[in-house]
């Protein structure tokens, strides 16, 4: 399954590379919302949230009322998280709320999915060499991002695995990084991470992996059904 990628950063859809420059800026929200209306998911990332800058949460509601959304950036609290569904988002994204002090916060990820339901809940995994990055990939951890997969399991419905250093590259993400995910867990994998066709999106496919694809569409290398 192909998931559109809408990042906001400062009132704004963005595309960053490798989360930090910014190559891509779009003012028309309308526009992007039409193309990705027949997607059955589409994933919104609040990028100011993610790095502590602000955030773009009026600007979430024009997204999540109108497309079915999972939402991330920002969500520290099980309160982030209820405000973030009630606006119409069908699930939420969560990174740094589940890592503390450089370790996998299991109390966290049980409480969110006790509170909030697992079936609402996208675990990311965001990862740099293999290692999990939190707080916008601006903080690097030892974690391997394989156990932060199999020891939160339990608490989520999906993981969203992005390959940091191939992000936003258009150079393909590699098979031989995402495929041994798939084996780690029964739950739904999401990729992300530089992929560039639906060639690639149908190789993921295959092998049970659902993919997001951001900068292949924003540069129109990546056609929508001749959109």
Known sequence: M???????????????????KKALEFDDVE????????????QLIDLDA?????????????????????VGGGIRSVEDGADVLAQGAKRIILGSALVKDGRINITAAREFAEELGMDRLTFAIDSRAGKVAIKGWREDTSIASSE???????????????????????????????????AL???????????????????????????????AIYTGQMKLDGT
């Open 148 to 182: 932060m997969l199999t020891t939160l399991e339990p608490y989520c419905t999906a993981f969203l695995y992005t390959h940091i250093d191939t992000e936003g590259l258009l150079q393909g993400i590699p098979l031989d990084a995402v495929r041994p995910l798939r």
């Open 2 to 20: 192909l998931i559109p990628s809408i990042d906001l950063m400062g009132g704004k859809i963005v595309q960053l590379v490798q989360g930090e």
């Open 50 to 70: 993610a790095i502590g800058t602000g955030n773009n949460r009026l600007l979430l509601k024009r997204f999540t009322s109108r497309l079915p959304c999972q």
């Open 185 to 215: 867990t029964s739950r739904q994998l999401i990729v992300a991470g530089g992929i560039r066709s639906q060639e690639e999106v149908n190789e993921l496919g295959a092998l049970g992996i659902d993919a997001v694809v951001g900068m």
């Open 31 to 42: 526009e992007w919302i039409v193309r990705f209306s027949k997607f059955p998911l589409v």
